[in-house]
């Protein structure tokens, strides 16, 4: 299993940049393990969980600081609901 920023920094790739919104993360989990599952390769599938969870409400993320790194509380929620669902893929 990866460590966990490495994850994260991963997933941060995928999520939109500039916009304020945030991340569904149960919908994202979903999303992601299901197309892991059929086989789509790690960086698409990220990618198209963030499509389909993603939503441009207005407002930033609340930030966390994990291991001294700042994060949006919503990608690592994402990411956490995605070590629930499927820690297979991680």
């Known amino acids: 299993m990866k460590p966990f920023i490495m994850s994260i920094a991963t997933l ?3 999520v939109p940049a500039a916009t304020a919104g945030e991340i ?3 919908l994202y989990a979903r999303e992601y393990c299901e197309l892991r ?3 789509v390769a790690e960086d ?3 990618a198209a969980a963030v499509e389909e969870a ?3 409400n207005g407002k930033e993320s609340v930030k966390v600081t994990v ?3 700042e994060y949006g509380a919503d990608v690592v929620r994402a990411y956490r609901a995605v070590e ?4 297979e893929y991680l």
């Open 37 to 39: 599952e059929i086989g």
């Open 12 to 14: 941060l790739v995928a």
């Open 44 to 46: 698409e599938a990220m």
């Open 54 to 56: 993603y939503i441009d």
């Open 24 to 26: 569904l993360p149960n």
């Open 84 to 87: 629930r669902r499927c820690p």
């Open 67 to 69: 291991d001294g790194k």
